[in-house]
């Protein structure tokens, strides 16, 4: 059964900082990797989504890798900005039938001005 | 262009009331899913609906029931709720089976069963 951890689980950060967000997923057979946002009492809304052939994705300040051996991925914030305080969620779907979404429990992000 | 409307946005029941919540896409999407989210447990599939007229069980589908009306809706129905069921629900779509394209994901509905 897959299984995607978040670490960590909360990060607070100063305005202007370079920061990584990281997820780890069990089974590498997977056809996609997506990272989502999540603000307070909102829905998710899709950032980025690396399919397994792919390495990264880029998207403003937001980088994506996935290095789908090792089973992980990293999330990369550029110049970090109060706004982007957030819950980022990753997900992955499995090869095999299975074509869900697993996702992670979230990392929980706050940049202080 | 609304994207995925659910509705309601909040609802409390009793033990044993029954309900169900409407999702509705506008994007011409093939897909849908909805999810409950629950603090320490991360988003779960309760059912999806890869095309019009056809419904699969996600992870958690036990007490649930779902109808894909139409292309554009999916409702989600409690038949008798109980306190366990107690969470948020999203409702989600995609183009084509998720594993291609993204989801889009509603604005969920915040359900307290009592």
């Known amino acids: 059964k897959q299984e995607v951890t978040q670490i960590p689980a909360a990060l607070s950060v100063p305005e202007g900082e370079n920061l990584v967000l990281n997820c780890s997923f069990t089974d590498s057979a997977i056809y996609n990797l997506q990272w989502f946002r999540q603000d307070p009492g909102k829905g998710l809304t899709s950032l980025l989504l690396i399919q397994s052939s792919q390495r990264e994705q880029t998207s403003g300040r937001l980088n994506a890798s996935l290095d789908k051996s090792s089973g992980r991925s990293t999330l990369y914030i550029a110049a970090s900005q109060p706004g982007d305080s957030a819950t980022y969620l990753c997900?992955?779907?499995?090869?095999?039938?299975?074509?869900?979404?697993?996702f992670g429990k979230g990392t929980k992000l706050t940049v202080n001005p | 262009n609304a994207g995925v409307t659910q509705t309601p946005k909040f609802q409390v029941l009793k033990t044993g009331q029954s309900m169900t919540l409407q999702c509705a896409q506008d994007?011409?999407?093939?897909?849908m899913y909805w999810y409950r989210q629950d603090p320490g447990m991360g988003l779960r599939l309760i059912y999806y609906s890869a095309s019009e007229g056809t419904t699969d069980k996600g992870e958690v589908p036990n007490g649930y029931n779902v109808s894909r009306l139409n292309k554009r809706e999916f409702s989600l129905r409690l038949e008798s709720a109980a306190p366990s069921q107690t969470s948020v629900y999203f409702c989600?779509?995609?183009?084509?089976?998720?594993?291609?394209?993204?989801?889009?994901f509603g604005p969920g509905t915040r359900l307290t069963v009592l």
């Open positions: 994007m011409n999407h093939n897909s």
């Open positions: 997900a992955v779907i499995t090869q095999g039938g299975s074509e869900k979404l697993v």
């Open positions: 989600a779509s995609s183009p084509a089976g998720g594993w291609e394209d993204t989801q889009y």
